[in-house]
């Protein structure tokens, strides 16, 4: 079954650090950009971050830029979210997920058309 598995959430206090990991099965991610979405509690799901197949390109929502970086390892199949600084208002679940379709200028990088989700990981940010 093709699935991508998210992990490393946790509790931790304003102003920590989380890595986030998001694995892929039965499936080659390499071809894959891939999106970090999140759901804040009472809010819809919102897209935070994409990161290119070749892993040169990213792209993040304003307000996680400067805070969270995405990267990938292709031969271990995995992509990360690395979470800095992190506020109270990041809590949420946190799920990544594999896009068919990616955008590309000098200026410019998104990429839409996902297909493959994960079940998510909870992150919350408290004292």
């Known amino acids: 079954q093709l699935q991508l598995v998210e992990s490393g959430g946790d509790l931790v206090q304003p102003g920590g650090s989380l890595r986030l990991s998001c694995v892929a099965s039965s499936f080659t991610l390499e071809y894959h950009p891939i999106g970090w979405f999140r759901r804040a509690p009472g809010k819809e799901r919102e897209a935070i971050s994409c990161?290119?197949?070749?892993?040169?390109?990213?792209s993040y929502t304003d307000s996680v830029k400067g805070r969270f970086t995405a990267s990938r390892d292709n031969a271990r199949n995995t992509v990360y979210l690395q979470m800095n600084s992190l506020r109270p208002e990041d809590t949420g679940v946190y799920y990544c997920?594999?896009?068919?379709?990616?955008?590309?200028?000098?200026?410019?990088?998104?990429?839409?058309?996902?297909?493959?989700w994960g079940q998510g990981t909870q992150v919350t940010v408290s004292s």
């Open positions: 990161i290119s197949n070749t892993g040169e390109r990213s």
């Open positions: 997920a594999a896009s068919t379709k990616q955008y590309s200028s000098d200026t410019y990088y998104n990429c839409t058309d996902f297909t493959f």
